[in-house]
């Protein structure tokens, strides 16, 4: 079955770095669109940024110049190297994963991380 494990939140100052990692098992990884999403307290999750099945990423606006997604597929691991952290980038951090090209909702998603939590203070 399908398997997603996310790792290397933390707390972190302003200004600041960390690298989210999600090790994928249980599918073919190449095959898949995988993405990072976030959820902070009291708000609804948002996506952050995904890479579909063919290499092309995304972002969100909030994150564009900061963050970056790529992944290993040797490894079957998805990354996200996040620097220049601000405040409210604090959240805790998920991956998703789905066959074939990014759905177009975070709803359409059918496997996800347990999540990692990133405080930035």
């Not at 972190?12 to 095959?31: D, H, I, K, N, W």
């Not at 999403?37 to 972002?59: H, L, M």
Request: negative net charge.
């Amino acid at each position: 079955h399908v398997q997603l494990v996310e790792s290397g939140g933390g707390s972190v100052q302003a200004g600041g770095s960390l690298r989210l990692s999600c090790a994928a098992s249980g599918y073919t990884y190449s095959s898949y669109c995988m993405g990072w999403f976030r959820q902070a307290p009291g708000k609804e999750r948002e996506g952050v940024a995904a890479i579909d099945s063919d290499g092309s990423t995304s972002y969100a606006d909030s994150v564009k110049g900061r963050f970056t997604i790529s992944q290993d597929n040797a490894k079957n691991t998805l990354y996200l190297q996040m620097n220049s952290l601000k405040p409210e980038d604090t959240a805790m951090y998920y991956c998703a994963a789905e066959s074939g090209y990014c759905p177009p909702t975070q709803a359409d998603f059918g496997y996800w991380g347990q999540g990692t939590q990133v405080t930035v203070s």
